[in-house]
């Protein structure tokens, strides 16, 4: 136990013995003594509640892993991307879309979708990587994530939106920019597949589903 909640415990056992002596003892104490004190350590309540909740919270937006839940009774597992919708009728785990080494696999397991995929730079190192719906990042190779129960978001270092997953219904809405082995670039989603050749810049960028920075807005939708 730390100390903000050894303080916040101790406050509320003074505050309540306050009131008990108040209710036992009221001549023995003037009336701006008492609410002076009990002010005070309510106040010294307050504080380390708000700093522990605010503690909890840094916590878990601190995280470069987690996990997102998909949605369950699902008959076909499927990709959106946009208002185009990819639906997955083959082999479970087998892969949806493959993209230079890496692959988007869409599935279902014990009722729940799924998905799994691996997003890189241009040097080919792993920026952001989800496998059965668990997300981890490379804290060295982002700008900020967001993320809640349905959707996680990755931003690079330039600010730009290079991987979006959120389960909706029986989909998956998707969007990435991933690096072929050749050099070659692909950006996915909104309606749209752009391929780009090595040195050249994408022209498409992906609008952000979360508010950032993060640490400000943790898990809150533009």
């Known amino acids: 136990m730390n100390l903000n909640y050894l303080l ?29 004190t009990f002010m005070f350590i309510v106040a010294i309540l307050g504080t380390n509640l708000l700093i522990i909740w605010q503690e909890g919270e840094m916590e878990k937006y601190s995280r470069h892993s987690g996990e997102i839940s998909g949605t369950k009774d699902i008959v076909y597992p499927s990709i959106k991307l946009g208002t185009a919708e990819l639906v997955w009728k083959g082999p479970a785990g087998e892969p949806m879309i493959v993209i230079g080494n890496d692959s988007i696999k869409v599935w279902i397991e014990d009722g729940e979708l799924k998905i799994s995929t691996v997003i890189r730079d241009e040097d080919g190192k792993i920026i952001a990587k989800l496998e059965a719906n668990e997300w981890q990042v490379n804290p060295n190779l982002i700008f900020d994530r967001n993320f809640d129960t349905k959707a996680v978001e990755v931003i690079n270092q330039k600010g730009e939106v290079v991987l979006q997953a959120e389960f909706d219904g029986e989909s998956v809405l998707f969007a990435g920019v991933f690096y ?8 996915l989603g909104y309606n749209i597949i752009e391929m780009r050749p090595p040195g050249e810049p994408l022209q498409m960028s992906f609008p952000p589903m979360f508010k950032y920075p993060s640490e400000n807005h943790p898990g809150e939708r533009r």
């Open 8 to 36: 916040a415990l101790f406050s509320a056992i003074v505050a309540i013995l306050l009131l008990i002596y108040r209710k036992y003892y009221k001549k023995k104490m003037p009336n701006w003594l008492f609410v002076g």
């Open 180 to 187: 072929r082995e050749d050099g070659w670039r692909v950006a």
